[in-house]
């Protein structure tokens, strides 16, 4: 039996169907039952890239932010966005702030949509979550649907905190793997941003070691 962070029990058969709620058709061939044993032994990690996060009109939430700051724009006077990697090149520097205090904006918006997957996706017994969006959407509905959970992200150049919480089912760990919109220095939004956190990680000093040795043995 699999108990599911809610300490409900549940079969299998109804924690694949809540799986297959989730994920897509495409991901059907995935061997479901090893699957379902590295859940049992709490060894299966969860990475949410931007496509699941689904924004009406829009292929995904990257695309709705895209949107939003107008970046795609030759003559914004902000930013100029690079479609083919989607990083971004500010046309003054003083003009971060403001670009970043507009993508706050956006994230804080309610997404229903997002959120209603979101809750099904809390249902099924994850340890850890990695998240490579900077949002707090999904430990918004964590807080909304009464779920236990603790969460950190990863803050280039900062050291990383002594003390680490052992993740379980019953309490995950939520981490985003590039930045808190809520601290804005974390964030990955330049090329100059991304090779930083590349040199940060290879340092490995902003990451704790008994986090770094969870996510190597998985």
Known sequence: MIYLSNKKK????????KIYNVMTEELSSLDWEDILDTLQQQ???????SGAYKSPG????????????DAKNPDNPLI????????FLFRKNRFKRRVISKIKEFYNQPFPEIEEEFKKLAQIPFNMILSITPDNILTRT??????????????????APDFFEKPTKEKPLIYNLLGNIEEPESIILTHGDFFDYLNSVFIGSSMNADLRFELENA
């Not at 100029?80 to 990083?87: I, N």
């Open 80 to 87: 100029h966005f690079y479609s083919s990697d989607g990083f």
């Open 58 to 69: 829009t292929p995904n939430i990257e695309a709705a932010l895209s949107d939003w700051l």
């Open 43 to 49: 060894k299966c990690i969860l990475f949410l890239g």
């Open 10 to 17: 549940t079969s299998q058969t109804d924690t694949i169907s």
């Open 142 to 159: 964590f807080d909304l649907a009464g779920f236990d959970y603790h969460s950190d992200f990863y803050f280039r150049h900062r050291k």
